[in-house]
């Protein structure tokens, strides 16, 4: 079975862009989590996306944003794009939507905003 | 609110070494207790989970045990590789949601 993938890999943009970056979870998984990864703050909760709605959110601007689709595949926007947001973008998926389930991560987007 | 509180790195070893992360945690409810490995310019892999007390989860001669009594969740192994070498996270999550909690990460340098 294939793993949760993510594209693109590797991006650069300038401040004030905007980018969107797309994530395609394991097949048959309905829950799509996006981290956000620093040295600075180490791994960050930025939401959960369950059968096309959001389940939870995390503690960043409402510059940050995402959806679901039906199959699943999950994009996460970010407008108006800050020095401060150049990090490795985490995404990860589960069967469900339950503390219990594993998330299996994809190796993630790498930003760098200039 | 929940949190995990790891063990500061960087952790240099020579191969065959002892290895010893400590991980402690602070939730409400009943969390389950998850680390995860992350290779140079890779995401992160599950490497073994706990979902109750004192239950063990293993893996690749990793092992760490679920302590309630303590709030911990150490991750242990008795002889290292320079294969191992990685950045380690502890993590948990409640059963309220799916929202993860990590640690900082440990980074794991071993050495022949």
């Known amino acids: 079975k294939a793993g949760v993938t993510q594209t693109p890999r590797y991006l650069i943009k300038t401040r004030g862009q905007q980018v969107t970056l797309s994530c395609s979870p394991i097949?048959?998984?309905?829950?799509v989590s996006w981290y956000q990864q620093t040295p600075g703050q180490g791994l960050q909760f930025l939401f959960e996306?369950?059968?096309?709605?959001?389940?939870n959110k995390g503690n960043f601007p409402g510059r940050f944003s995402g959806r679901q689709f039906s199959n699943s595949r999950s994009e996460m926007n970010v407008s108006t794009l800050e020095l401060g947001d150049s990090a490795l973008y985490l995404c990860a998926s589960s069967l469900y939507s339950g503390g219990q389930e594993t998330q299996y991560f994809g190796p993630g987007t790498r930003l760098l905003v200039l | 609110g929940d949190s995990v509180t790891q063990m500061e790195g960087p952790v240099t070893l020579s191969e065959e070494a002892c290895l010893t992360i400590n991980c402690t945690y602070t939730a409400t409810g009943y969390p389950s207790l998850f680390w995860y490995v992350q290779y140079p310019g890779e995401g992160l892999q599950l490497l073994l989970k706990a979902t109750k007390a004192d239950d063990k989860g293993s893996n690749k001669g990793f092992e760490a045990t679920y302590r309630k009594e303590t709030t911990s969740f150490h991750l242990e192994k008795g002889s290292v590789q320079v294969s191992d070498s990685a950045v380690y996270f502890c993590?948990?999550?409640?059963?309220?949601?799916?929202?993860?909690?990590f640690g900082t990460g440990t980074s794991l340098t071993v050495i022949p």
């Open positions: 996306y369950f059968s096309e709605t959001q389940r």
């Open positions: 993590a948990l999550s409640v059963n309220t949601g799916n929202q993860f909690y």
């Open positions: 097949s048959g998984h309905r829950s």
